[in-house]
């Protein structure tokens, strides 16, 4: 077993309490930004953490599935001062209170702080910072997760990347960046692209590519 306690992690359900490690299951990957809630150019106030319509509803519909929901989430406006550790961690308090609100919730948070040109420790490059798939292996060892039945969702072409370094099905949002992005070439790396979270989980469910 790799060791990947270098990644960063948020609100972490006690997984392995009760994961079989032998029996690996699906999860369903999110990048947050674009995709779970509206984007803001460096989010830091949790005031601004607002919520695109229709996501609580499909992460309840996978929750009622057992199935793990896992965020990753690149946050490089770490590495470039703009905010703290503490205070992206109060905006995860946040976005998961939201979420209970209407009935949802997710199991794990992973993020990146890091970027090449960021500050002090945080300027380096890290298999953590998407394309790179740190954060979703981290996951899968400590979810217990089977990442050929796993499915990433992302608004960006990067999330793509990150997810198909990682062996997962992926899904691209045309919220976010995703407006923009799912017009370029590259989005043809994605699986399917979807109006949004809530019309990537039907279409998973519809397929059957996740027993949802
Ligand atoms: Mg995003």
Redesign the pocket.
Known sequence: MNDYSFVRRHLIDPAPKWRDRRHPLPAVFL?????INE?VHYLSRPEDMVLIPGVAKAIARINAARVPVVVV?NQSGVARGFLSEDQLQDLHVRMTQLLADEGASVQGIYYSPFHSDGQGDYRKDSICRKPGPGMIFAACEEFAIDRADSVLI???IA?IRAGNAAGLKTVMVRT??GAHETTLPEAAEAGFIADDLQAAVDQLCASGAIAL
């Open positions: 990048d947050r930004d674009g995709v984007e989430t992302g608004d960006k999330d976010g960046h």
